[in-house]
């Protein structure tokens, strides 16, 4: 094994292209182990939560939100684990278009299950940026703020020049404010309108960042 593993860094050395992959998958391997240790500390929080609300007596809904989102966090940590590996499987070119479709008719968490379809088969899929971003975006719908949170804050070391990371800032930005975080929404809506893409929200970054300025003072 170990001499398996020293021809493999040596094929590497003369291969820079192979040099190249293996720093990604090392890079890739290193957010999963991050990903999955945040993921199962915020699984027990809400087992810790979800215990604490059967003996307060809370009502119905509160306990269902917090299932709901457990649900959420436990799909999110099954498609961490898949999505960072390489590409295996060939990929249907509907399925991404069919999340679209279901993301369009606000059927958010149908979009939220094909988009991680498609991603499963790793980030060199044509459109994994996209994906990736509008999984997001269908959780930021459902005020599943904090996981859209996090994948929109994953996007930059994994997609690094998308476009759509933009888009993510911006809507950092957005929960940011609602949470009452000025300084750190400010600071989002000022990327948003730097940046140097045509970007849709550039506009409404501006008069938020203008709107919170002045409120500020």
Known sequence: MMLMSHLGLL????????????????????????????????????????????????????????????????DKTITSNNTLMSPQQPVDPKLYHHAVKMLNKKEYRKAIVDFSKYLANGLKVSKAGEAYHLRAYARYRLKNFQAAYDEWSEMPGLFPGHPKVIDGFYYMGRIHETRGNIADALQFYEQVRQSNSQNRHKKQAKRAYAALTKRAK
């Not at 993921?39 to 119905?60: H, Y």
């Open 11 to 74: 094929g590497c050395q003369h291969n820079p292209q192979a040099h190249k992959e293996h720093d990604s998958l090392s890079q890739s391997f290193r957010l999963l182990k991050g990903e999955n240790a945040r993921l199962k500390l915020q699984v027990q929080d809400l087992k810790t939560q979800l215990q604490l609300s059967e003996r307060r007596s809370w009502t119905a809904a509160a306990p269902k939100q917090l299932t709901e989102t457990a649900v959420a966090i436990t």
